[in-house]
């Protein structure tokens, strides 16, 4: 069973940087992976997932410019770069991994926390 572990998580001010990092601790192979936050009070949303090939990757709308999602299979890590951070930022984010390009992620993470001050 693949196991999932985000980290890079903290505070940040508002139009600050992070760099959220997930490691699988199998094998990723032919999988998609993808980044999902939760707020408090709020659903948990889609944010980005990025392809086996990485070369095909999807975005939110509120995070589409300012965020971007990259893979590098020979770690088996997805990186979440975020770039101009705003307060509605704030969230636990997950890491998850599903089989296929498409349908319902399989895999989740335990989160990270992501807090941007003003």
Aim: charged share 15%.
């Amino acid at each position: 069973q693949v196991q999932l572990v985000e980290s890079g998580g903290g505070l940040v001010q508002a139009g600050g940087s992070l760099r959220l990092s997930c490691a699988a601790s199998g094998g990723t192979f032919k999988t998609t992976m993808g980044w999902f936050r939760q707020a408090p009070g709020l659903e948990r949303e889609f944010i980005a997932a990025v392809l086996w090939s990485g070369g095909t990757r999807y975005y939110a709308d509120s995070v589409k410019g300012r965020f971007t999602i990259s893979r590098d299979n020979a770690k088996n890590t997805v990186y979440l770069q975020m770039n101009g951070l705003k307060l509605e930022d704030t969230a636990v984010y997950y890491c998850a991994l599903r089989f296929g390009d498409s349908g319902n992620y399989h895999i989740w993470g335990q989160g990270t926390q992501v807090t941007v001050s003003s």
